[in-house]
């Protein structure tokens, strides 16, 4: 991919706090990590990288409605397991929410569904909605006090297909953030197509891995450098650090 860039990047210069907001490490909740092994495999990995803040945003779907139960527990032994594994990275939790009129109502009754401050929810990109119909529910909840943040647009084909509906969306206050995976050109040639060209328009929030096993990291690394070459070291710095730090307790 590199022939696309002329040569590789240099490495990304990891800033402090890079804040991870998008990642379902909570052990045995949705596809994410399915054990507490793996999930600390996870850990370990956006240790590595240099990550110093998770947000886990187990799914909020039909399929995937783990309880507050079932979270706290998950959380709980995942967080035990890092401070006996003497672990400094920092993990809060959010949620990823389905776009369904009843998914959004029980985000505006239920601090727990936002991200860590309350004050923000990522809501996963629908597909087949007209801007009206997706601006109205976004509206519900800014109504409600909270900032809605698009995750991963790019993979969605209606926006694919009508890029236009993003700025749109933008227009009434919604963040979007982009998937490390659209960058690098593993969800295809029209999702990353789309992903660069929200990029050069300067139309992107945040990047995140949306990570689902450890090896997610090193591809939002990668994803890093390529944007900190292609857009520079302080929109990379903004997306993965100054941005995301605002959702944090
Ligand atoms: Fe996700």
Redesign the pocket.
């Known amino acids: 991919m590199w022939r696309l860039f002329g040569r590789a990047p240099a490495p990304f210069a990891a800033p402090t706090p890079w804040v991870d907001m ?1 990642t ?1 490490v909570l052990p045995g909740v949705d596809d994410g990590a399915a054990t507490l092994a793996h999930a600390l495999a996870m850990l370990h990995a956006a240790q590595a990288v240099g990550i110093t803040h998770i947000i886990a ?1 187990a ?1 909020y779907t039909e399929r995937y409605a783990a309880d507050a139960g079932c979270l706290d527990a998950a959380y709980a032994s995942l967080c035990a397991q890092c401070a006996a594994d003497g672990m400094t990275i920092a993990v809060t939790r959010g949620r ?1 929410v389905n776009f369904t009129d009843t998914h959004l109502a029980a985000v505006r009754s239920d601090a727990r569904l936002c991200m860590p401050n309350g004050k923000f929810a990522l809501i996963e990109a629908p597909e087949g909605l007209n801007a009206g119909a997706m601006i109205e529910g976004f509206f519900e909840l800014s109504m409600a006090g909270i900032q809605p943040i698009l ?1 991963h647009p790019e993979r969605s084909w209606t926006f694919q297909q009508q890029p236009a509906m993003l700025d749109k969306v933008r227009q009434h206050g919604v963040l979007l953030q982009v998937d490390a995976k659209s960058i690098m050109g593993n969800h295809g040639g029209a999702a990353k197509r789309l992903a660069l060209d929200l990029l050069a328009r300067d139309a992107v929030d945040m990047l995140s891995s ?1 990570a689902h096993c450890p090896e997610d990291f090193t591809i939002l690394q990668r994803a890093c450098g390529v944007v900190q070459a292609r857009y520079g070291a302080a929109l990379a710095a903004q997306l993965v650090s100054g941005t995301p730090a605002r959702l944090l307790p």
């Open positions: 998008h379902h945003t799914h990823e995750a949306d």
